[in-house]
């Protein structure tokens, strides 16, 4: 199992930065992809940014240039740097680790999620 803990939401004005932390540990195995999804009311849960297991990043557009997504290894950290947030921003912010497994003697993957911390930028 592996277990992922968020935490550095909150409620912030537009303009305003806030860095998001993920814990993450347990049996982390072969770790495939490792970052941050975001999922708004009414909304689908999308990817914001995340590390592939090739080690290069990925942010979907509307964060590219405000957001950074960085990790400590060592203390088994991902973090998410958040700048100059907008209104549309205001969302659940996930921490989403995709391991390598085998089922059934195939080679899978399996997705964990942290709980969720809220992020909410008022204009």
């Known amino acids: 199992q592996v277990q992922l803990l968020e935490s550095g939401g909150g409620l912030i004005q537009a303009g305003e930065s806030l860095r998001l932390s993920c814990l993450f540990y347990?049996?982390?195995?072969?770790?495939?992809?490792i970052g941050w999804y975001r999922q708004a009311p009414g909304k689908q849960r999308d990817l914001v940014a995340e590390?592939?297991?090739?080690?290069?990043?990925d942010y979907t557009d509307s964060v590219k240039g405000r957001f950074t997504i960085s990790r400590d290894n060592a203390n088994h950290r991902i973090f998410l740097q958040m700048n100059s947030l907008k209104p549309e921003d205001t969302a659940v912010y996930y921490c989403?680790?995709?391991?390598?497994?085998?089922?059934?003697?195939?080679?899978?993957?399996?997705?964990?999620w942290g709980q969720g911390t809220q992020v909410t930028v008022s204009s």
């Open positions: 590390f592939s297991k090739g080690g290069s990043t």
């Open positions: 989403h680790a995709t391991l390598a497994g085998w089922v059934n003697g195939k080679p899978s993957e399996f997705h964990y």
């Open positions: 347990g049996d982390l195995g072969s770790i495939n992809a």
